[in-house]
């Protein structure tokens, strides 16, 4: 069963798209709408960075950084590369990462796009570089 959680602020509500996880795993889900087309009609490739870069950090959250033993509460991407596999037109997105490793300061995440369902076709993927923090990075507003 999913379940809602850890809102990512405004850019989040702007562009649509909820922030779940199921078990432990977090991912991200969108409704695809018109506005979120390019002009040729298909997903625009900012919307598929920004649920690639969204669930990169997301991804880390609570988890462990070596030899200290504190919890990941906060991350700033450092790069992200993209390859873009399928335009889709309409439909839901899925979005999800994973750790490939996690250093003192510096974290390493894969990340996919999938369409319709969480093993659906592959729309693209993703190599994060993300700086970790174990205090929260989130202003008050």
């Known amino acids: 069963m999913s379940v809602p959680t850890h809102a990512h602020g405004p850019f989040q509500e702007l562009v649509g798209y909820e922030t779940l996880t199921e078990g432990d795993r977090p991912y991200l889900r969108l409704h695809l709408r018109r506005d979120l ?41 450092v790069t992200l590369t993209t390859d873009f596999m399928l335009g889709v037109r309409d439909g839901v997105l899925f ?36 700086r970790v923090y174990t205090r929260s990075l989130v202003s008050p507003v």
Do not use: C, F, W
């Open 37 to 77: 087309l390019n002009p040729h009609g298909v997903l625009h490739g900012g919307v598929s960075l920004t649920l690639l870069d969204a669930i990169g950090g997301r991804s880390l959250v609570g988890q462990l950084v070596p030899a200290t033993g504190q919890r990941i509460l906060s991350s700033v991407t």
């Open 95 to 130: 979005a999800t990462g994973s750790p490939d490793h996690i250093g003192k300061t510096v974290a390493y995440v894969s990340v996919e796009l999938r369409h319709n369902a969480m093993d659906g076709p592959l729309v693209a993927r993703g190599l994060g570089t993300y």
